[in-house]
């Protein structure tokens, strides 16, 4: 910061070689024998703490030849040696001074805990120190990013007498506190200052400015500008600040007005503070600003270096300028600057025509190194790719091989009879690389073969990519065909290519075929994939082949290849769902033979089959198989038991359950409650349910639509539908939409309980909210022989009437029952 520098030069500290040289020559000469003396020892390895030539110095020491000997030694960690050394030889006491150059040492080698430590020091000792020594030490600490501490020091010193602060131990403060951003503590410290009778000045205004703006203040900010502004003290470094901090607020055309401020002033901006600027005004899309800073960057004496000119032409590409960013290509060579790959990709990135891409190609031809060409050109494919622009890189790919691989467009004019920059392997496995990961696999294959044309052999990375990407898209017979030509050159399948081909055809389905291909991976070595084994089986279960499936499994492990659990796990399931449940039981004693641990997913799939074929007690005892062998039953393990016994009227032993879950805890979840409370319900003691349904809200399982229509058709069934109808309004109330069955249910309740008006009520409720069953729902004839009960009954005859009048009631599917209009005719 300029304006702080003349402030500063008393007290800041200079290059530690040129003091120490400096201090020396002032220095008697025994003096400077203990100085270097001192130097010599400690920066001599291995360092000895018994030499006992420190013995004969230690009497000898004062802080002058201490502060000499830390500005000579160059390592931070050997001048804190010394100076510990040093603070333990009594009499000897650091003054000021001493621990001043002790913490510049450690500002400087942004060493944090020690000079955290040196400043909690100073305090301890009670080192008494000048305004200025202490302002010096508080931008130590300051420029370290210890601003906490530097505060508290600053307190400390002041509340125990070791110091009266200045106004300049002020100002170094301020300009520490406005790094962290802290308002509050600013504004406090300018009043504790003003409170003191400490004027303000340029020095003590500019770290407030500076926080301000760094916190978006704008009001305050532009006060503060305004104050310095008043009192004649504004400079480059007042302007840059505010400029910038308008930069970043996005407030473009007010940062040029503080511009033209500037100029009218005479206040010229920094190079710093041009470049930033610029920054900021491409990055608020304000290119046309950025281009005006810029002119008037160079017509102050400053020279753009490579990174302005890559953000001004970016933001003119962004722009769609080509012409613009073209000119300031051109301008580059005359600053003899030499563009990079960036910035030569974000010209090729904006060229919507041939004819661009031309013009550019013959004037980079005359600009870049052959011998650097290849790689540049490499970088420019790269960035193309990374860019989503593959197509591009492609087109370019084909301008920079020979003319017959071009074809007659406009690039394949200009490169023709030009010196050609050679590609390599490298540049094709670029761009087919970025051709796959966008879909073009037919360009990619095209490239790998005018690739082979041209004399470029493909290495195994982009043998395996193309492989891969064949077998993604399902092209068996090409990856087969680019595997065999990748052994006949001699590159080596890795197990990576041959699980991609293992992939596809177990996605086919293609059992031989895969088989085949693992014996062929066991001679290499290689091991197959889990997905890919585990993919098949599930997908032959799920089309009912999991007799094939096992088969398959049994033929791995024939060929040396023990299958993963997890497979064994999905055949079980297949098993189980066309009901072989015996069928699963022997191949799972079969995987247990063979050495494997079923998990506790494996044995759930076989208790859940052996519960829906009642066949409960073999699933318990899977259940103390599992406790056994040290697997912890799940909340599913559970619950699929619970549901079982509730089917088989086993609700005492279900109930057991649920307090054997709380006892492992094991946390019954809203599927454990709703089984047995549908089951509590089926068996009709409705009581009990409404005990466990209250349970399940207490321990703050919130049920579920399923479990509300499930206690809600409980309740209907056992005769309670004055409560059933009051969980259906705390199911809607909750935006929960009911199936028919449950207004089904409800309706048929209160016709058994004699009160058709609440009957009818759920009925137009039904109608209302569309949930009327047709011709072919199950429901339909009970509703019907509703709707004639309603029919029959004096309170809801009429009404009845006027739904079918309506229409809301398809009368076609009720002209058996007989009923009649007012008229006695037949609806």
Known sequence: MKPFQNLSKSIKAKNPISIFTKNLSNFPLDSRNITNDLISIFTKQPFSSNNPELESLAPLLNTKVVETVLNGLKN????????????NQGPYKHNVYAYNAMASILSHARQKAPLRALSMDVVNSRCLMSPGALGFLIRCLGNAGLVVEANLLFDQVQKMGLCVPNSYSYTCLLEVLSKSSCIDLIEMRLKEMNDHGWGFDKYTLTPVLQVYC??????????????????GWVDEYVFSILVLAFSKWGKVDKACELIETMQEKNVRLNKKTFCSLIYG???ESRVDKALHLFDKMKKSGFAPDISLYDVIIGGLCVDKDVKKALCLYSEMKEFKIQPDAKIVTKLISSFSKEEELTCFFEEMHEDIDPKASTSLYNSVLTSLVDNGSAHKAYHLLQ??????????????RLFRGKAMVPPNTTTFSIVINGLIKTGNLDLAVGLFRDMARIGCKPGLLLYNNLIDALCTSDRLQESCGLLQEMEDSGVEPTSFTNNCIFGCLCRRHDISGALHLLKKMRIHGHVPWIKHSTSLVKELCKHRKEVEACKFLADMAEEGFQPDIVAYSACLDGLIKIQEVDQALKLFQDMCAQGYR?????YNILIKGLCKTQRIAEAQNLLHEMEEKGLVPSAVTYN??????CKTDHLEEAMLFLSMMIEKEREPNAITYSTLINGLCNAGRPDDALVLWNEMGRKGCTPSSIAYMAFIHGLSNCGRPNEALVYL?????REMKPDTYVYVALLSAFLVDSNPPLAFEILQEMVDKGKFPDLHDKNHISVRNAILKLSEDARTCSSIKNLLAKGSIPSASLSVTGIKDGDGAAI
């Not at 931070?76 to 603070?87: C, E, G, Q, V, Y």
């Not at 760094?214 to 009192?231: G, P």
């Not at 699929?640 to 016994?645: E, S």
């Open 281 to 283: 005004f491409v990055k």
């Open 214 to 231: 760094n916190t978006a203040e704008f009001d305050k900010a532009l006060d503060v500008f305004n104050e310095i502004h008043n009192r």
């Open 76 to 87: 931070w960690k050997i001048a804190l040696h010394f100076f510990t050394w040093a603070s």
């Open 640 to 645: 699929t038991l619970i549901d079982g016994l």
């Open 598 to 602: 079923p998990d506790v997913i494996a």
């Open 729 to 733: 309004r705390e199911m809607e109330e």
């Open 399 to 412: 301008a920079i091989m020979t003319g017959n691989c071009i074809g007659d467009g406009e690039i394949g």
